[in-house]
T-cell receptor, first 113, second 116 residues
Framework: AQSVTQPDIHITVSEGASLELRCNYS??????LFWYVQSPGQGLQLLLKYFSGDTLVQGIKGFEAEFKRSQSSFNLRKPSVHWSDAAEYFCAVGSGGYQKVTFGTGTKLQVIP | GAGVSQSPSNKVTEKGKDVELRCDPISGHTALYWYRQRLGQGLEFLIYFQGNSAPDKSGLPSDRFSAERTGESVSTLTIQRTQQEDSAVYLC??????????????FGPGTRLTVL
């Protein structure tokens, strides 16, 4: 069965600092990988996705993520965090067939001035 | 264009009562998913619809939970005899199904259910 681990429940960074959110997945085949962001009271918004090809994927809002098969990781990065990035971030893995998506437990990002 | 909508946005009910949660997917999206998000936890898959059929109901936590979809559009998630542990945000997502690749799921804003 597929699974996703986000080891950091809560992260605090200063505005302008760089950010890396960790994600490890477990899946037998080549995974479909996603990062979603959820702002308070909002639904989930897709930041970026990896299906195949270039292992470094660019997303919206200046985010990027790198797929590392050897480490079963798909970490999310941003070079300079803005206060508006404060939200909860979810990593997810999808399987083929009817395309079930399994989500991690999320990382809550706090941005301080 | 309109996104996925859910109603009500908030629902407070008493233990033992039945509730119905509604999801209106994006027009033309044949796949529809329900998830549950308990406080401080990730999303928990409940059920998947392809058209009006539900090939995977494996995530429904008990027989108190049921869902239906009609007209390949609106879906209703019903929870009977609600319990306090049912308190959560219930999220709906829809996607357009292509013949290959993976299809992005578009999420609604959720329904926050509180069982007193």
């Amino acid at each position: 069965a597929q699974s996703v681990t986000q080891p950091d429940i809560h992260i605090t960074v200063s505005e302008g600092a760089s950010l890396e959110l960790r994600c490890n997945y477990s899946y037998g085949a080549t995974p479909y990988l996603f990062w979603y962001v959820q702002s308070p009271g909002q639904g989930l918004q897709l930041l970026l996705k990896y299906f195949s090809g270039d292992t470094l994927v660019q997303g919206i809002k200046g985010f990027e993520a790198e797929f590392k098969r050897s480490q079963s990781s798909f970490n999310l990065r941003k070079p300079s965090v803005h206060w508006s990035d404060a939200a909860e971030y979810f990593c997810a893995v999808g399987s083929g067939g009817y395309q079930k998506v399994t989500f991690g437990t999320g990382t809550k990002l706090q941005v301080i001035p | 264009g309109a996104g996925v909508s859910q109603s009500p946005s908030n629902k407070v009910t008493e233990k033992g009562k039945d509730v119905e949660l509604r999801c209106d997917p994006i027009s033309g999206h044949t796949a529809l998913y329900w998830y549950r998000q308990r406080l401080g936890q990730g999303l928990e898959f409940l059920i998947y619809f392809q058209g009006n059929s539900a090939p995977d109901k494996s995530g429904l936590p008990s027989d108190r939970f049921s869902a239906e979809r009609t007209g390949e559009s609106v879906s209703t998630l019903t929870i009977q005899r609600t319990q306090q542990e049912d308190s959560a945000v219930y999220l709906c997502a829809s996607s357009f199904v292509r013949t290959s690749g993976f299809n992005e799921q578009f999420f609604g804003p959720g329904t926050r259910l509180t069982v007193l």
